[in-house]
């Protein structure tokens, strides 16, 4: 069983950053891609961002140049720097990450944390 649990989230007004981290634990032999997810009220859930496990990162393209996501100092947890922040940024952000575990690649998503940004 992995858990993934997030962090970080809040209300800023446009212009603002915030930081988000998730952590990821349980039984977890390595974990491959990490990224972040967003959900805006009434939407379906959308990429945001994500790195390999080589370091590779890949963004949507309304958050390039202003987000910035990387793999955590500790193991096991992504974070997602978030600056220049837009109204349309709003809503929840979801961590997901594909770890192997017991013997299997599996892929597991946190609950999520809510972000508003105000104008």
């Known amino acids: 069983q992995v858990h993934l649990v997030e962090s970080g989230g809040g209300l800023v007004e446009a212009g603002g950053s915030l930081r988000l981290s998730c952590a990821a634990s349980?039984?977890?032999?390595?974990?491959?891609?990490m990224g972040w997810y967003r959900q805006a009220p009434g939407k379906q859930r959308d990429l945001v961002a994500t790195?390999?496990?080589?370091?590779?990162?890949n963004y949507e393209d309304s958050v390039k140049g202003r987000f910035t996501i990387s793999r955590g100092n500790a193991k096991n947890t992504v974070d997602l720097q978030m600056n220049s922040l837009k109204p349309e940024d709003t809503g929840v952000y979801y961590c997901?990450?594909?770890?192997?575990?017991?013997?299997?690649?599996?892929?597991?998503w946190g609950q999520g944390t809510q972000v508003t940004v105000s104008s």
């Open positions: 997901n990450m594909y770890v192997y575990s017991m013997g299997r690649l599996q892929t597991y």
């Open positions: 349980g039984s977890i032999f390595s974990i491959n891609t």
């Open positions: 790195i390999t496990s080589g370091g590779t990162s």
